[in-house]
């Protein structure tokens, strides 16, 4: 295993920062990656919603945070993909949810309930979760997605991909397979299609976790333009696409 190139910075300006959580010796039980030995790639998307993001909605400065254009591609193009879901953009669009749940092409995940920072600073991501609340909020968001799909993952994403072992072994209780990655699409706030797909591309090897964003609006514009093409490029270069499970199932 080792340490991601950068963070997601799901809900936030140009994260283009290299701040692996402890330089030189990764963390135990975070995964980062699958089996260098096949040539097999996952697809992962978050789907962000905070306190902040709801206000959005409301005061209708932003339309809709899910981005129906990326979903319609995946289901297109026969892309296999892991899905990880905030709890609150859960509760805000659980007709969304249920869809995606009665996919087979698709798998759920946990990415908190409140998409709050379970380390700060984090991005924009305002005030960290207190370490007495983390697991009660993944517990949260557990118990929602068992609402939505009898066959949930154990997977489970930091919000902003930001995290220390304080976090880890507060949510360690919980059971969660806590899941990062090895290639950040960069499609969070991103300005340019052709810096996502070169970057999401040029990243990508046997066993590679992609990090991307279902979320569109203001947070992640330019998703679906990109998709195409970096699933084109994946597959050009003879990586198949599946989910994170079976990604994990391959090997370590
Ligand atoms: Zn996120």
């Known amino acids: 295993m080792h340490v ?14 290299t701040t692996p959580p402890t330089p030189g010796s990764p963390p135990r039980g975070v995964v ?22 709801l206000a959005e909605l409301d005061r209708g400065t932003v339309k809709s945070f899910v981005n129906q254009t990326a979903i319609s591609e995946l289901r297109q193009m026969r892309v296999p993909a892991t899905i990880f879901l905030a709890g609150k953009w859960i509760e805000r669009y659980p007709d969304v949810t249920t869809s995606l749940a009665a996919d087979p092409l698709f798998e759920l995940a ?11 600073p984090c991005y924009h991501l305002g005030r960290a979760l207190p370490v007495t609340q983390m697991a009660a909020d993944v517990d949260q968001s557990e118990q929602l997605l068992r609402r939505f799909t009898s066959q949930p993952t154990p997977y489970f994403r930091f919000p902003g991909g930001c995290y220390d072992q304080r976090a880890l072994d507060a949510v360690a209780a ?13 499609d969070a706030f991103g300005t340019s299609v052709n ?16 990090v991307m964003h279902l979320t569109g609006g203001n947070t992640a514009p330019l ?11 994946l597959r050009g ?3 198949q696409l599946v989910k994170l499970s079976e990604l994990l199932a391959s090997g370590p």
Do not use: C, E, W
């Open 223 to 233: 998703t679906a333009l990109a998709l195409p093409r970096i699933v084109d490029g």
């Open 110 to 120: 946990s990415h908190s309930y409140s998409h709050r920072p379970f380390k700060t």
């Open 195 to 210: 810096a996502i797909v070169d970057q999401t591309l040029r990243s990508a090897k046997n066993g590679s976790i992609i």
């Open 174 to 186: 919980t059971g969660v397979v806590v899941v990062q990655y090895d290639d950040v699409s960069g």
């Open 237 to 239: 270069r003879g990586l």
């Open 32 to 53: 980062f990656h699958g089996s260098p030995d096949r040539p097999l790639v996952a697809l992962t998307f978050d789907t962000n919603m905070t306190d902040g993001m």
């Open 4 to 17: 991601p190139s950068a963070h997601a910075g799901t809900v936030l300006s140009a994260p283009t920062t």
